[in-house]
């Protein structure tokens, strides 16, 4: 399958790097973890930790969602859970793409229910268009149209996650 780039590895250098610097600000002081939600993160939140000049800790969740290979049901299956408890710490939701947004949620609700000193979301994309009346992160990458993409840790039937810039398939039937 052809493939188009739509962010190069340049700008997606350049974003990480802003937003490791607007957490830093924001965080100064506090006691911080990222928790990346695998497997789509892995590329993105090992660039942002890098970019964050502040101590921090990372975390790993590893959730399924049921569904066809290119839309979300909303229903989440957790393949691996924290490491270690999040009660009265500052988390970093590091999320790949926010499509639905069901995903997220799911996610948000099994974290505050853990009591956490304060959640926000860091997402490298966000179809906006998906969820139209909803901010749902408060870090975001880039705001891209609703298209099935690929690369930097997102993948397409679990490939294309190795390619450094992100980029539309081509010839995909969405489903
Ligand atoms: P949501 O629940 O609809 O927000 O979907 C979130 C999850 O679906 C993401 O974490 C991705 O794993 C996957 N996903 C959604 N859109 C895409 C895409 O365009 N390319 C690759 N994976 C996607
Ligand atoms: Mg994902």
Not at 121 to 146: M, Q, W
Request: net charge negative; aromatic share 10%.
């Amino acid at each position: 399958m052809n493939y188009k780039i739509l962010i190069s590895e340049e700008q997606i250098y350049e974003k990480i790097n802003e937003l490791g610097r607007r957490i830093s600000e924001d965080y100064e002081g506090r006691k911080v973890t990222l928790i990346g939600v695998l497997k789509g993160a892995y590329m993105f939140l090992s660039d942002l930790s890098r970019a964050i000049s502040i101590p921090h800790t990372v975390d790993f969740m590893a959730v399924s969602s049921y569904g066809s290979s290119t839309t979300s049901s909303g229903i989440v299956r957790i393949l691996k859970d924290l490491d270690n408890p999040i009660t009265n710490q500052h988390i970093i939701l590091v999320e790949d793409i926010i499509d639905s947004g069901l995903t997220l949620k799911y996610l948000m609700n099994i974290f505050y229910n853990r009591s956490p000193a304060s959640i926000s979301v860091c997402a490298l994309l966000d179809k906006v268009n998906k969820h139209p009346n909803e901010t749902l992160a408060d870090y975001i990458g880039f705001e891209i149209p609703d298209k099935f993409v690929i690369g930097y840790g997102l993948d397409y039937q679990q490939y294309y996650r190795n390619l450094p810039f992100i980029a539309y398939l081509e010839g995909l039937v969405q489903e």
